[in-house]
């Protein structure tokens, strides 16, 4: 089975500090992508960045990193220096490339930059 | 159109009416996917489409649901005799391609309200 677990609910942090968001996932399948989406209260879903399973560095774009730990089956997300514009709900989703390749997403985690 | 595209943006309807939802895809992309969003929670996956291969309709909620796709271009979920339970925004997905780094790109959703 296909899993993907979002234990955070809400956090909050402050401008210009950094934060973790986790994901953990589970799939049998050795090839898997990875993603995480922004979808701020417009309701729009952004695409932030992607892990490939085989990747051996972890993904990096602008402020955003992907903490890639294979093993432990967890990809959290890093935002650095937060923004305010940063306020907004994380999904994390992945993607099994040989069962089906749909996309299974996370309950996501609400995200709160303080001023 | 630069991006995905869903008509209508909100649809009111009364309990016991059928919808048509539409979304138009990015140009070229193969892989078309419908998804559910109820109020404050994550993505359901519905349904998706991969080129001209049959699609998965393992996400479908019941037989009320269907969607269509005329090749690799426009696709309509249809919901016919509409409960109140299928009050959601729906979302439509386009992706390049289904192996590798291929993220989806999001329409705006369609919020649909059955009263």
């Known amino acids: 089975a296909q899993k993907i677990t979002q234990t955070q609910p809400g956090m909050f942090v402050q401008e210009k500090e950094a934060v973790t968001l986790d994901c953990t996932y589970d799939t049998s399948d050795p090839s898997y992508g990875l993603f995480w989406y922004k979808q701020p209260s417009s309701g729009e879903m952004i695409f932030l960045i992607y892990q490939g399973s085989y990747d051996q560095q972890n993904a990096t774009e602008g402020r955003y990193s992907l903490n890639f730990q294979k093993a432990r089956k967890s990809a959290n997300l890093v935002i650095s220096a937060s923004q305010l514009g940063d306020s907004a709900m994380y999904f994390c989703a992945m993607r099994p490339v040989n069962t089906g390749n749909q996309f299974y997403f996370g309950t996501g985690t609400s995200l709160t930059v303080i001023p | 159109g630069a991006g995905v595209s869903q008509s209508p943006s909100n649809k009111v309807t009364e309990k016991g009416k059928d919808v048509e939802l539409r979304c138009d895809p990015i140009s070229g992309h193969t892989a078309l996917y419908w998804y559910r969003q109820r109020l404050g929670q994550g993505l359901e996956f519905l349904i998706y489409?991969?080129?001209?291969?049959?699609?998965?309709k393992s996400g479908l909620p019941s037989d009320r649901f269907s969607a269509e796709r005329t090749g690799e271009s426009v696709s309509t979920l249809t919901i016919q005799r509409t409960q109140q339970e299928d009050s959601a925004v729906y979302l439509c997905?386009?992706?390049?391609?289904?192996?590798?780094?291929?993220?989806?790109?999001f329409g705006p959703g369609t919020r649909l309200t059955v009263t």
């Open positions: 489409f991969q080129g001209n291969s049959a699609p998965d």
């Open positions: 997905a386009s992706s390049l391609k289904i192996t590798g780094r291929s993220e989806q790109y």
